[in-house]
């Protein structure tokens, strides 16, 4: 996918989003809370102006969305009722995680589908429910919170996010309380052949001293081309443990731009992992803010991908108080034509003294023609901190593989346990074992020879 700077059609297609939100203001919203309204008008007011990122833009300099703006997406989101009745029980089974089939809200098209979740497991003090559900009936612990962190002012995809604002999943951790089974939200596609979108929005909110794991995953029941742009926001107050998880196994014809914000207070441990093993452009935005004193927050990643995906990830943490501790640890790997790009920005305000906060990139080409491009950047306004930096971009190492090959592998073998072995750190960080299991699985079946490596584990 070659960055050209160009996007033919590109006013036609910011009409129809306009045109698009009048129906949807004049429809959706007319039964909105009071609250809600100018936040949604201001959000597409704010898309009027800056309309989509260009390759000349220079945050999105090496990610080119023409293919995805010059796409005629049902933007309405009709057919989103009609996917929700085709999509069966039977269909999600490959994707439910082991020991999560009574904590596991299902959303289909963007919406939740009450009658394909199933949350009898969830303990006392922790609610998943429809956001539409909870901006109606919870909306005292719904305000506060929602909108509050995902800015849009310099965000488009965040902003159109915002202004078609609908259905997601309201996840609330009361006080004190520790959920010990991971908590799965899956989306799934479906529905109509005609190319749609949608627009759907999280908030995970973890009250004081509280626990939780979330694992998201994101796949498709269907074929077709499909434009998720999804925004999340995680709310860490003081002393709480977030362990999240978002694993992309979309169709390689869907478009998926994201943008997660993760708020933390006080003596909090965020931690985020972010797994991409599909879609065909694939636009993530990850910003914590570390608030409160005491603090960790750990982003990890892992992206295998080929063919023609492009997968680009943008990573800002900013230490906002002192004695936080941070990581950012990604890793890509890239087969045939495929290209990954990495921006990750530490941000040190003059108040967080003690900082000490680690970032790394690390690339394995398997292609001539595969690109990586990585830009790891520290800013720093504060003078007794520790900040270090760095990014690696390598082909498999030849003298491991003929090591390898020498105690008897065949070439394709040899070359498929290195492989495994540069992924096996990201997935050996994901603490649910279910999820582990699943993504090793996935891993082994993308590599040849998988069979084989998974006897030499």
């Known amino acids: 996918m070659q960055a050209t700077g160009t996007m033919p059609d590109v006013k036609d297609r910011h009409a129809a989003y306009l045109a698009a939100f009048e129906r949807f203001e004049n429809g959706a919203l007319s039964g909105a809370a009071d609250w809600l309204l100018p936040m949604r008008k201001a959000a597409m007011a704010r898309f009027a102006e800056l309309g989509f990122p260009t390759t000349r833009h ?244 892992l992206t295998m991908i080929e063919g023609t995906q492009h997968v680009d990830h943008h990573l800002r943490v900013e230490h906002a108080k002192p004695h936080c501790r941070s990581w950012e640890y990604f890793k890509n790997i890239l087969d045939d034509k495929s290209r990954t790009v990495f921006t990750g920005r530490i941000y040190v305000h003059p108040d967080a003294q003690k900082t000490d906060a680690k970032q790394t990139n690390m690339n394995l080409i398997l292609s001539d023609e595969a690109i990586a491009d990585s830009k790891p950047q520290l800013e720093i306004f504060a003078d007794d901190v520790k900040c270090t930096h760095g990014a690696t971009i390598g082909q498999i190492d030849r003298d491991a593989l003929f090591y390898l090959r020498s105690r008897g592998l065949n070439e394709e073998a040899a070359r498929s346990l290195l492989v495994y072995a540069f992924a096996s750190e990201s997935v050996g960080a994901v603490r649910v074992a279910a999820l582990r299991t699943q993504l090793e699985d996935m891993l082994f079946s993308r590599l040849g020879e998988g069979e084989l490596i998974r006897g030499t584990k």
Request: charged letters at 20%; hydrophobic letters at 40%; aromatic letters at 6%.
């Open 58 to 301: 220079e945050e999105w300099r090496f990610t080119n969305v023409a293919p995805l703006v010059r796409t005629e997406f049902d933007i309405d989101g009709a057919g989103a009722a009609d996917g929700q009745a085709k999509v069966t029980a039977d269909q999600l089974k490959p994707y439910i995680l082991t020991g999560c089939q009574e904590a596991t809200a299902v959303l289909v098209n963007g919406r939740f589908a009450p009658e394909l979740s199933s949350l009898g497991g969830l303990p006392k003090g922790v609610t998943v429910r429809s956001l539409v559900d909870a901006m109606a009936n919870d909306a005292s612990r719904v305000e506060p919170h929602l909108g509050r962190y995902a800015e849009f002012a310099d965000e488009a995809f965040t902003a159109l996010n915002t202004a078609f604002l609908r259905d997601g999943v309201y996840l609330h951790v009361d006080r004190g309380v520790v959920c010990e089974q991971p908590i799965h939200l899956l989306y799934v596609w479906a529905g109509s052949n005609r190319p749609a979108a949608a627009f759907p929005r999280n908030l995970f909110v973890a009250e004081i001293n509280s626990q939780a794991t979330i694992v998201e995953t994101h796949a498709g029941v269907g074929e077709g081309v499909r434009f998720t742009n999804l925004v999340t926001e995680i709310v860490a107050n003081d002393q709480a443990v977030v362990d999240h998880y978002k694993v992309l196994r979309e169709s390689r014809s869907a478009f998926h731009v994201c943008d997660l914000r993760i708020q933390q207070d006080r003596n909090t441990d965020v931690r985020s992992h972010a797994i991409v093993l599909g879609g065909s452009l694939v636009r993530s935005n990850i910003h914590a803010v570390m608030d409160g004193e005491g603090g960790e927050c750990v982003l990890n990643g």
